[in-house]
């Protein structure tokens, strides 16, 4: 079984910084990929970014170049530096995780259950 734990999220000013982590543990062909996704009040959970244990990224436009997916293969732990935060970004982060990049699209297979990001002057 498969278990996902995140971090880090609060409250932020507009143009600030923000570290997401999430832990993962189990069986570790089951998080090859890890990812964040996110749902605001309203809206259909999205994906934000993810990454293969061979390093591969992926990236939602809205992100793209103001957050940086990593991952840590010793601690199983995937990270989301979020830089240049917008109030658009308010939204819960759910960390995940699934055998393949294809699963990306498709549905991952494990879930977080989430960590706020709230982004407000």
């Known amino acids: 079984q498969v278990q996902l734990e995140e971090s880090g999220g609060g409250l932020v000013q507009p143009g600030g910084s923000l570290r997401l982590s999430c832990v993962a543990s189990?069986?570790?062909?089951?998080?090859?990929?890890m990812g964040w996704y996110r749902q605001a009040p309203e809206k259909q959970r999205e994906l934000v970014a993810a990454?293969?244990?061979?390093?591969?990224?992926k990236y939602s436009k809205s992100v793209m170049g103001r957050f940086i997916i990593s991952r840590d293969e010793a601690k199983n732990t995937v990270y989301l530096q979020m830089d240049s935060l917008k109030p658009e970004d308010t939204a819960i982060y759910y960390c995940?995780?699934?055998?393949?990049?294809?699963?990306?699209?498709?549905?991952?297979?494990?879930w977080g259950k989430g960590t706020l990001v709230t982004v407000s002057s």
């Open positions: 990454i293969s244990n061979g390093g591969t990224t």
């Open positions: 189990g069986n570790s062909a089951s998080f090859n990929v």
């Open positions: 995940a995780a699934a055998p393949s990049m294809a699963r990306v699209s498709s549905g991952m297979d494990h």
